[in-house]
Structure formats: structure tokens, C-alpha cells
Nanobody
Framework: QVQLVESGGGLVQPGGSLRLSCAASGSIFSFNSMGWYRQAPGKERELVAN??????YYDDSVKGRFTISRANAENSVYLKMNSLKPEDTAVYYC????????????WGQGTQVTVSS
């Protein structure tokens, strides 16, 4: 059974940095796509950043501040977040997908990021 485990969330002051990590266990295959979503209170879950076949995508709200990277051999994905703003406060979820004729998606349990002074 595939499990995604996130770590690295916490409380940080505006302008600070955090690095989120996500590691997959129980997987014998490599994911085609890995990324990060977030969900703030009262809002829908939204895609923050994604790596698919070596190409990266960033939501406009995080471009230039967040960097996604991946360690393929470890089925891991990371999100370095700089210049954090209060509006970045949310639960961040790791997402991984593999394609075998159709897409199969997996989710982590989420890690809280709070940006506040």
C-alpha cells in the first residue's frame, strides 16, 4: 500500500522560509507526477506546484518564491518556500500520480504551515 508522508511544516514569521518534504513508501514503481497542493480554512484545495516529466508548474501566487524539486530514486518531492506571506497559511498536501492507462493518484495526510508574526 502506497503511503505519502509529509514533514517540515510549522510556524514561521512573514518573510521566513520553510522546506517541506514528502517521501513515498510501499511503492515499487516510480510516479509520473509529484506535487504539492494546499487548502486554507474555508477555501478549496489548490495546486501550488507540480513536477511532471521533468517540467515544473507553479501557481502564480508562489512563482519566484517557491521551488519544487524531486529525488526520483527516492520517490520523494520537496517544496522550498521563501518570502512566506500570511496568505500562504494552509495545510499542505503531497500528491503523487502514476499513469497506467488511467491516472492513479495518492495523497499525504497534510502538514500545517502557519505564517504569522
Amino acid at each position: 500500500q502506497v503511503q505519502l508522508v509529509e514533514s517540515g511544516g510549522g510556524l514561521v514569521q512573514p518573510g521566513g522560509s520553510l522546506r517541506l518534504s514528502c517521501a513515498a513508501s510501499g511503492s515499487i514503481f516510480s510516479f509520473n507526477s509529484m506535487g504539492w497542493y494546499r487548502q486554507a480554512p474555508g477555501k478549496e484545495r489548490e495546486l501550488v506546484a507540480n513536477i511532471h516529466r521533468g517540467s515544473t508548474y507553479y501557481d502564480d501566487s508562489v512563482k519566484g518564491r517557491f521551488t519544487i524539486s524531486r529525488a526520483n530514486a527516492e520517490n520523494s518531492v520537496y517544496l522550498k518556500m521563501n518570502s512566506l506571506k500570511p496568505e500562504d497559511t494552509a495545510v499542505y498536501y503531497c500528491n503523487a500520480g502514476r499513469y497506467e492507462g488511467t491516472w492513479y493518484y495518492y495523497w499525504g495526510q497534510g502538514t500545517q504551515v502557519t505564517v504569522s508574526s
